[in-house]
């Protein structure tokens, strides 16, 4: 025993001493090289490119594109974006490392927000699988796929907390809470980088958008925000500070500004907490074209100011704005701009590529059988079906129509979504091929034993988009195929409907006003129901939508949202009961859009309610026309099985702030299946020096359960669980009053209390 413990400290005695040692050997081989550059060089790593030209095909001879190409072999970029696959990514990199004079390599990067060709549900959706270890996962599969096309940098994971679905990038997250939100900002930080950043098939991670950015005013893109400094430290900041603790390579400042300081050039985040109090030793890059956004913000006269800002401010990388290239220089000489902020972005770059490993091989990425091999593979699309599963929430489920029967049942699948092969696979599918999603239709038809008959009922869109940036044209006149699909749903037994967002609909640029169903979903739905009130509703979107009919009408409710390229297989499992649902909401879904935002840990107010002396007056906090609660409430799923919660059980009473109580609650599994629960602990602060929310998300536990099986699961609460960003500004667990909930989702009555002594 002795001798084991020896052995395993002498271990991570030399583990501690390489990585310090590999850690200076670093630092030196940077500054080695920092001290040959000369200061256009420097600047030169601070600038990045979109692609521009035909990477294998001849040189650019003219224009933005020649001088671009000319820069690239002086050596005066240090990345490339949207450029991709080996053939792509070798030929720029020979051109910088072989052609400029001190061949310093370049970072490709790519969007692989929720996989690279193959696509993986989207993040909100992985987040309601609440699968911490499938999550990283996820990541990690993406970024093999994404290194086997030569890429080494992502720009991902999106870690913004969003309150509001009506901003279409909550796709990207994962949803409203901060403390889940930082667990899901690891996971994918350590699935794309992996334990060594040299290996070939980790790429580099980003932690986006710093700050604030889903906290945009009425949820429109790019829009600007005010928030508090309770609501900054407390709310938005905990996945980015989780993000940076677990080592991630990269900062993404964000397009809005912050209290009035565009994010891009905000010092106060960017030096004084994130390169300051956070001590990150990476490197912070500008959004696409944010440090020229900053004019039209109204924040920098011109180009030059904008550079000088967004130097001053801590960005340390300028993407696709050729602001850096072409002013930074200029504003050193004159005095403007300190030599010391461009040689400590400089530095932080060529870190990041050393960690690469680029400057021991700049092609190791690049390795043309890897990616053959690799792309589409089994290994990936498995995973991918895997992950679609644990992110499908069961919504509603009256007289158990779910699962379906396997078997001599006539069933009617109606929907615009329902053979479609583009939407499921959701926004950022750059790189995926168009129409390589399996669709509802394809996999429903394996199950051969039922009568499946499919009608379209509506055209969702006019047309599929050309591409990315293309505005989504909804159909709402052409209501060609209703009649059609009335008939179908009244001779069959079961109807089920694919409703929902087309998956560009949801994503960067694609804020909503309106939550309901686009186009003429809704009327199909309703003429549908007239004739077959057994209706399974299959809702496949990038946010909550508002199901207020829905839920007052339709039986059986999925959420499904854009799962990715193995969608329809995932969702037809689902339905016949071959994979029991589990997911839980990460977001709250609203009964009207007049709610946002919307979220479980709202604070009480002066006037929490009606009850008491109050009851029957106007006077409290609420809406004439509208419940406060939300229809769908955070943490919310069912299941084709049932769960009973004992009561709550602590340890103790009381706890001093060295000492940790125990929560245990028993599980049971009271049905017929055999499930899985996603078990949650949420605390509230009763008293405090500034208002607490009225719980708080804390733990949560999955536990998988066999028919009539229980299970006691156990929350271990401690000072650190307790602290905020409190009125005295700083973090801290103040002594007194505290509540324990523990249940099914976030509206649980569970309780039981403690104290916190001095």
């Given at each position: 025993?002795?001798?084991?413990?020896?052995?395993?400290?002498?271990?991570?005695?030399?583990?501690?001493?390489?990585?310090?040692?590999?850690?200076?050997?670093?630092?030196?081989?940077?500054?080695?090289?920092?001290?040959?550059?000369?200061?256009?060089?420097?600047?030169?790593?601070?600038?990045?490119?979109?692609?521009?030209?035909?990477?294998?095909?001849?040189?650019?001879?003219?224009?933005?594109?020649?001088?671009?190409?000319?820069?690239?072999?002086?050596?005066?970029?240090?990345?490339?974006?949207?450029?991709?696959?080996?053939?792509?990514?070798?030929?720029?990199?020979?051109?910088?490392?072989?052609?400029?004079?001190?061949?310093?390599?370049?970072?490709?990067?790519?969007?692989?927000?929720?996989?690279?060709?193959?696509?993986?549900?989207?993040?909100?959706?992985?987040?309601?699988?609440?699968?911490?270890?499938?999550?990283?996962?996820?990541?990690?599969?993406?970024?093999?796929?994404?290194?086997?096309?030569?890429?080494?940098?992502?720009?991902?994971?999106?870690?913004?907390?969003?309150?509001?679905?009506?901003?279409?990038?909550?796709?990207?997250?994962?949803?409203?809470?901060?403390?889940?939100?930082?667990?899901?900002?690891?996971?994918?930080?350590?699935?794309?980088?992996?334990?060594?950043?040299?290996?070939?098939?980790?790429?580099?991670?980003?932690?986006?958008?710093?700050?604030?950015?889903?906290?945009?005013?009425?949820?429109r893109d790019y829009n600007t925000t005010e928030i508090s400094l309770n609501t900054l430290y407390n709310v938005v900041l905990p996945p980015f500070k989780a993000a940076a603790d677990s080592g991630v390579?990269?900062?993404?400042?964000?397009?809005?500004?912050?209290?009035?300081?565009?994010?891009?050039?905000?010092?106060?985040?960017?030096?004084?907490?994130?390169?300051?109090?956070?001590?990150?030793?990476?490197?912070?890059?500008?959004?696409?074209?944010?440090?020229?956004?900053?004019?039209?913000?109204?924040?920098?006269?011109?180009?030059?100011?904008?550079?000088?800002?967004?130097?001053?401010?801590?960005?340390?990388?300028?993407?696709?704005?050729?602001?850096?290239?072409?002013?930074?220089?200029?504003?050193?000489?004159?005095?403007?701009?300190?030599?010391?902020?461009?040689?400590?972005?400089?530095?932080?770059?060529?870190?990041?590529?050393?960690?690469?490993?680029?400057?021991?091989?700049?092609?190791?990425?690049?390795?043309?059988?890897?990616?053959?091999?690799?792309?589409?593979?089994?290994?990936?699309?498995?995973?991918?079906?895997?992950?679609?599963?644990?992110?499908?929430?069961?919504?509603?489920?009256?007289?158990?129509?779910?699962?379906?029967?396997?078997?001599?049942?006539?069933?009617?699948?109606?929907?615009?979504?329902?053979a479609d092969k583009n939407s499921p696979l959701g926004n950022w599918s750059i790189a995926a091929e168009k129409g390589s999603a399996i669709s509802v239709l394809e996999a429903m038809r394996r199950y051969?034993?039922?009568?499946?008959?499919?009608?379209?009922?509506?055209?969702?869109?006019?047309?599929?988009?050309?591409?990315?940036?293309?505005?989504?044209?909804?159909?709402?006149?052409?209501?060609?195929?209703?009649?059609?699909?009335?008939?179908?749903?009244?001779?069959?037994?079961?109807?089920?409907?694919?409703?929902?967002?087309?998956?560009?609909?949801?994503?960067?640029?694609?804020?909503?006003?309106?939550?309901?169903?686009?186009?003429?979903?809704?009327?199909?739905?309703?003429?549908?129901?007239?004739?077959?009130?057994?209706?399974?509703?299959?809702?496949?979107?990038?946010?909550?939508?508002?199901?207020?009919?829905?839920?007052?009408?339709?039986?059986?409710?999925?959420?499904?949202?854009?799962?990715?390229?193995?969608?329809?297989?995932?969702?037809?499992?689902?339905?016949?009961?071959?994979?029991?649902?589990?997911?839980?909401?990460?977001?709250?879904?609203?009964?009207?859009?007049?709610?946002?935002?919307?979220?479980?840990?709202?604070?009480?107010?002066?006037?929490?309610?009606?009850?008491?002396?109050?009851?029957?007056?106007?006077?409290?906090?609420?809406?004439?026309?509208?419940?406060?609660?939300?229809?769908?409430?955070?943490?919310?799923?069912?299941?084709?099985?049932?769960?009973?919660?004992?009561?709550?059980?602590?340890?103790?009473?009381?706890?001093?702030?060295?000492?940790?109580?125990?929560?245990?609650?028993?599980?049971?599994?009271?049905?017929?299946?055999?499930?899985?629960?996603?078990?949650?602990?949420?605390?509230?602060?009763?008293?405090?020096?500034?208002?607490?929310?009225?719980?708080?998300?804390?733990?949560?536990?999955?536990?998988?359960?066999?028919?009539?099986?229980?299970?006691?699961?156990?929350?271990?609460?401690?000072?650190?669980?307790?602290?905020?960003?409190?009125?005295?500004?700083?973090?801290?667990?103040?002594?007194?009053?505290?509540?324990?909930?523990?249940?099914?989702?976030?509206?649980?009555?569970?309780?039981?209390?403690?104290?916190?002594?001095?």
């Open positions: 025993m002795v001798g084991k413990l020896y052995r395993k400290r002498v271990l991570i005695l030399f583990i501690f001493l390489t990585n310090v040692s590999y850690s200076q050997n670093t630092d030196e081989k940077v500054e080695k090289l920092l001290s040959q550059m000369t200061l256009t060089e420097k600047i030169g790593q601070m600038n990045q490119y979109n692609g521009f030209w035909n990477f294998t095909g001849p040189q650019p001879i003219s224009g933005d594109s020649k001088k671009k190409y000319d820069q690239l072999k002086k050596g005066l970029v240090g990345s490339m974006l949207n450029v991709r696959g080996t053939e792509n990514v070798r030929e720029v990199q020979r051109i910088a490392v072989e052609e400029s004079r001190l061949g310093i390599p370049l970072l490709f990067g790519f969007d692989v927000i929720h996989g690279y060709k193959t696509q993986s549900p989207i993040p909100l959706a992985e987040s309601a699988s609440w699968d911490i270890k499938a999550i990283e996962r996820s990541a990690r599969l993406a970024a093999r796929e994404a290194s086997a096309a030569g890429l080494n940098w992502t720009f991902a994971p999106m870690v913004d907390i969003s309150r509001d679905s009506r901003w279409g990038r909550v796709m990207e997250g994962a949803g409203e809470d901060p403390f889940l939100a930082s667990m899901v900002a690891s996971a994918r930080v350590r699935g794309f980088q992996g334990t060594d950043l040299s290996y070939s098939n980790t790429i580099l991670a980003c932690a986006k958008h710093f700050a604030g950015y889903g906290y945009v005013e009425a949820g390579g990269t900062f993404m400042n964000s397009f809005n500004d912050l209290n009035g300081i565009p994010s891009t050039a905000d010092k106060f985040l960017q030096r004084d907490i994130l390169k300051g109090l956070w001590k990150f030793k990476g490197f912070v890059v500008s959004d696409w074209g944010s440090i020229r956004e900053m004019i039209d913000h109204g924040f920098a006269s011109d180009r030059k100011e904008a550079g000088r800002l967004a130097v001053f401010g801590g960005s340390d990388m300028d993407m696709e704005s050729s602001i850096y290239i072409e002013e930074l220089e200029g504003l050193v000489n004159s005095g403007k701009i300190s030599t010391d902020y461009i040689d400590d972005a400089v530095r932080r770059i060529l870190r990041a590529k050393y960690l690469l490993g680029l400057f021991d091989d700049p092609y190791r990425y690049i390795d043309s059988n890897r990616e053959k091999r690799i792309i589409g593979s089994k290994e990936i699309l498995d995973g991918a079906l895997d992950m679609a599963k644990k992110s499908i929430v069961l919504l509603k489920n009256e007289d158990n129509l779910l699962p379906l029967k396997k078997k001599d049942q006539k069933i009617a699948l109606i929907g615009p979504l329902a051969k034993r039922n009568d499946l008959i499919y009608k379209q009922g509506v055209r969702l869109i006019n047309k599929v988009p050309d591409g990315f940036h293309e505005e989504v044209s909804i159909n709402n006149t052409d209501r060609i195929g209703i009649d059609e699909a009335v008939l179908a749903a009244k001779e069959a037994e079961i109807v089920i409907m694919i409703l929902g967002e087309y998956g560009y609909q949801s994503g960067e640029g694609r804020s909503r006003a309106n939550l309901d169903f686009p186009g003429l979903q809704q009327e199909l739905l309703e003429r549908v129901r007239e004739v077959n009130k057994n209706i399974i509703l299959v809702v496949m979107s990038g946010r909550p939508l508002i199901l207020n009919w829905a839920d007052e009408n339709i039986p059986a409710i999925v959420q499904a949202w854009h799962l990715g390229t193995q969608s329809g297989y995932a969702i037809s499992e689902v339905l016949y009961g071959d994979y029991n649902p589990s997911g839980k909401l990460t977001m709250s879904f609203p009964r009207s859009v007049g709610q946002m935002p919307l979220y479980y840990s709202r604070k009480s107010t002066g006037r929490p309610g009606a009850d008491g002396e109050d009851q029957g007056s106007v006077f409290w906090s609420h809406y004439q026309d509208e419940k406060n609660s939300p229809l769908y409430p955070f943490g919310y799923g069912l299941s084709y099985t049932s769960f009973d919660y004992s009561q709550i059980t602590l340890t103790d009473s009381k706890m001093s702030p060295d000492e940790t109580i125990n929560a245990d609650i028993t599980i049971t599994n009271t049905g017929k299946e055999k499930g899985k629960e996603v078990v949650q602990m949420y605390i509230h602060d009763r008293y405090a020096s500034a208002t607490r929310p009225i719980r708080e998300l804390k733990g949560f536990q999955i536990v998988e359960l066999d028919p009539g099986e229980s299970k006691t699961v156990t929350f271990k609460i401690d000072e650190s669980l307790l602290k905020f960003y409190s009125g005295n500004n700083r973090w801290e667990a103040e002594p007194g009053d505290f509540d324990i909930y523990i249940g099914t989702n976030s509206d649980t009555k569970l309780k039981a209390s403690f104290i916190l002594n001095d």
